[in-house]
């Protein structure tokens, strides 16, 4: 996590912005303005859909990026989106990941793989890329994954593995910010102890072996922003384990809920924000479907500018 904590440190920002675009995100001209270039390149007309939502998301995600880069440290792509549109939007993430990096931010892949042996290292060349070390060839650009902890170590040790030969990093599925999670994550254990917090006590042992000099391990947790009080007694649990912390803004977070999942120099979280900030255009009550797609996405990207500056200045408000 060491280049994470030095990104977060040179911005001053612990946030991320979640880069997950949906058809109702994304201005309707934006998307209409690629219809004729789309037609003209496509075989089968059936695949000029997805296509053009394809490239609406890139350029979407580009005015974002171009808009924040200064202000946060990383942003957060959920490939679901993407992967939606087949083909096309898998072409549409991994162009956002790379331009991100071109701009100089960590990217965070939240593709919540989950498996072992062979499979959990195929996924896990999310982080390693294509072949072997000074030729490996990296079509991701992901700096770190998402990871679902339910099939123990088998699922996870492929994914430390690639993580630490590529200098990169993981975050292990702990305490989800979803309502139901309690439906596992709370069943109370013979020990006595709740589902999530033994999910907790494995993963700071996944990365004992990879403490940096930050003092953190390349295996990180998902903790969730609308459950405060765990996320503060998981960070007194699991003292060398990087946190992502979503569900701030949109889903219920505060900075003042988050507060607590921080260490006592104000480092040890990456608090994430999506439809808060992509999403911002929607509540300036300035847009209007007479905007060219120009004007459309200049007022995205002033909206997620401000909306970032906001956050940011919230999280500092209430950390050391």
């Known amino acids: 996590m060491d280049r994470l904590i030095e990104a977060i440190e040179t911005k001053q920002n612990p946030s991320v912005v979640g880069l997950d675009p949906t058809e109702a995100l994304v201005p309707r001209q934006v998307v209409s303005s690629f219809a004729e270039e789309i037609s003209e390149q496509v075989e089968d007309p059936s695949e000029a859909p997805a296509a053009q939502l394809g490239v609406a998301f890139f350029e979407f995600n580009r005015a974002i990026i171009d808009a924040v880069a200064d202000i946060v440290p990383a942003v957060k792509p959920q490939i679901a989106m993407y992967e939606a549109l087949g083909p096309a939007g898998i072409d549409a993430y991994t162009m956002t990941c790379e331009y991100a990096k071109q701009q100089g931010l960590y990217v965070l892949g939240d593709v919540k793989r989950g498996d072992i042996g062979s499979t959990a290292a195929a996924y896990a060349h999310h982080l390693s890329g294509v072949g072997a070390d000074d030729g490996a060839f990296d079509p991701w650009h992901e700096d770190a994954v998402t990871v679902n902890p339910y099939l123990g170590t088998d699922g996870i040790t492929p994914f430390v593995e690639a993580a630490t030969s590529s200098d990169k990093d993981i975050f292990v599925l702990v305490r989800t910010s979803n309502p139901s999670s309690s439906e596992l994550q709370e069943l109370e254990l013979a020990s006595g102890e709740r589902v999530y917090e033994h ?51 949109a889903q219920g977070g505060t900075a003042q809920g988050v507060a607590g999942m921080f260490d006592k120099d104000g480092l040890g979280a990456l608090v994430n924000s999506s439809r808060g900030i992509i999403g911002a255009w929607r509540k300036t009550g300035r847009y209007s479907e007479s905007m060219s797609a120009d004007d459309a996405l200049a007022l995205v990207a002033e909206s997620a500018r401000e909306a970032a500056k906001n956050m940011r200045d919230d999280l500092r408000a209430v950390l050391p």
């Open 199 to 249: 999910v907790a006590d494995l993963v700071e042992h996944w990365g004992e072996l990879t403490i940096g000099k930050n003092g953190y391990s390349r295996v990180g947790a998902v903790v969730g922003a609308t459950h405060p009080e765990e996320g503060k007694a998981l960070r007194a649990r699991m003292p060398h384990t990087f946190f992502l912390v979503p569900g701030y803004g």
